[in-house]
């Protein structure tokens, strides 16, 4: 089975540019998930999806960060503009309500 | 969520059984124990969970304590992809519909 799968993998750009980061959840998982993890934080949450509407939000660090699901398969991630901090591993995870979560293997973002 | 403690590092012999400890004196009837892993410049994955009764599946065995205040998973026999940061988590749901709380965790090393 496919697992939660991220893309890109690895993205380096300058301060200021905008990023998108991609996420596909195993099928039929009805909860999407994006974490932030830093060595400094460990892993945190940023927000959550329950059938593509978003739960909580809170973890968002300011309006600089954005994310979408607009159907079950599918959600991304934007921050505009970037910033040096936040360079970090993000990380996308899905479930069910009666499920583990599941996560893929991250993308590993660098801002100049 | 109840607070769990784990050793920080471990080490463990290719092929000998590891097992790693966590204590969770505080946790409440209705908390679940997981566990999780991460390998290097991987996402976490899920390994196991149990509310009492000790549990095994093709990747571990988790034993918990009669009073539920600590638990030890078991890696029957260690190789060296085994090498990870294991987590232990404790939470109220079964399901995952909330934020997962990861701490320091414990960094395992499979020595050949």
């Known amino acids: 089975d496919a697992g939660v799968i991220q893309s890109p993998r690895h993205e380096v750009t300058e301060m200021g540019q905008e990023v998108t980061l991609r996420c596909k959840p195993i099928?039929?998982?009805?909860?999407l998930f994006w974490y932030r993890q830093t060595m400094m934080r460990g892993l945190e949450l940023l927000i959550y999806?329950?059938?593509?509407?978003?739960?909580?939000d809170s973890g968002m660090p300011e309006d600089r960060f954005s994310a979408k699901m607009p159907n079950a398969s599918f959600s991304t991630l934007k921050i505009q503009p970037s910033e040096p901090r936040d360079s970090a591993v993000y990380f996308c995870?899905?479930?069910?309500?009666?499920?583990?979560?599941?996560f893929g293997d991250g993308t590993r973002l660098s801002i100049l | 969520d109840a607070k769990t403690t784990q050793p920080t590092s471990m080490d463990c012999a290719e092929g000998r059984a590891a097992n790693l400890p966590c204590n969770h004196s505080?946790?409440?009837?209705?908390?679940?124990v997981y566990w999780y892993r991460q390998i290097h410049s991987q996402g976490p994955q899920y390994i196991i969970h149990?509310?009492?009764n000790n549990e095994t599946n093709e990747m571990a065995s988790l034993i918990i304590t009669e009073d539920r205040k600590s638990s030890t998973l078991i890696l029957p026999h260690a190789t060296l992809r085994d090498t990870a940061v294991y987590y232990c988590?404790?939470?109220?749901?079964?399901?995952?519909?909330?934020?997962?709380?990861f701490g320091s965790g414990t960094q395992l090393t499979v020595l050949p």
């Open positions: 995870a899905s479930c069910t309500s009666n499920q583990p979560q599941h």
């Open positions: 099928s039929g998982h009805d909860y």
């Open positions: 999806f329950n059938n593509n509407v978003p739960i909580d």
């Open positions: 505080t946790i409440s009837g209705n908390e679940y």
């Open positions: 149990g509310l009492k």
């Open positions: 988590i404790v939470r109220v749901d079964p399901g995952s519909a909330r934020q997962l709380t």
